[in-house]
């Protein structure tokens, strides 16, 4: 079975710092992985996802991760972060072997910040 | 709104009370999705429905809970005989079980509070 892991719980940075949140699964085979944010208020979407290709994924508001496959991590970024990124981030996967896979979250980081 | 919609989205118990939880995907998705999500944990799988058959349930899913998709449209879970330990937020999401897409459309959850 897959499984998830988040490093950061709680993550507090100042407007326009750079952001860097880790990611690593564990699973044996090929997967799709998936970053999701939840803002105050409102419910879970998603963020970017990776199913194969590039390894640099670009997602909306300026976010991109990449998938390091031998460090099995899928690390998300952002170069200059706002006060409306304040929200909480969760990463997720999924074999990737056809048909239905169950999808694994992680148990998420919030990130807070500060004008 | 499109998207996908549940009901109630708080509902406060006692212990030991029956409940049943409500979710609409968006129209023509095929696979339905429950999950739990407790404070400070990412959302954990409940169980998954392509169309009307529920084809996986977690071990966290208890005899007191049922699900069903009875015309494979909208779905209801029900816990029975609530304990505190249900308190949670429950979350339903959707997708359009195409191949090689895992991507989960989420509504906004049911919070569940037993007393």
């Known amino acids: 079975a897959q499984s998830v892991s988040q490093h950061n719980h709680h993550v507090i940075l100042s407007e326009a710092a750079s952001l860097e949140l880790g990611c690593n699964y564990s699973y044996g085979g090929t997967v799709n992985l998936f970053w999701y944010v939840q803002y105050p208020g409102q419910h879970l979407q998603l963020l970017l996802k990776y199913f194969s290709g590039d390894p640099l994924v670009k997602g909306i508001k300026g976010f991109e991760a990449e998938f390091i496959k031998s460090k099995f991590s899928f690390n998300l970024r952002k170069p200059s972060v706002q006060w409306s990124d304040t929200a909480e981030y969760f990463c997720?996967?999924?074999?990737?072997?056809?048909?239905?896979?169950?999808?694994?979250f992680g148990i998420g980081t919030k990130l807070q910040v500060i004008p | 709104d499109t998207g996908v919609s549940q009901d109630p989205r708080h509902k406060i118990t006692k212990r030991g009370q029956n409940v049943t939880f409500r979710c609409d995907p968006i129209?023509?998705?095929?696979?339905l999705y429950w999950y739990r999500q407790t404070l400070g944990q990412g959302p954990e799988f409940l169980t998954y429905?392509?169309?009307?058959?529920?084809?996986?349930k977690s071990r966290l899913l208890s005899d007191r809970f049922s699900a069903e998709r009875p015309k494979g449209s909208f779905s209801t879970l029900e816990i029975q005989r609530t304990e505190q330990g249900d308190s949670a937020m429950y979350l339903c999401a959707s997708s359009p079980g195409l191949v090689g897409s895992n991507e989960q459309f989420f509504g906004p959850g049911t919070r569940l509070t037993v007393l």
């Open positions: 429905f392509q169309n009307e058959a529920q084809l996986e």
């Open positions: 129209s023509e998705h095929n696979r």
């Open positions: 997720a996967v999924t074999p990737n072997s056809g048909g239905y896979q169950k999808v694994t």
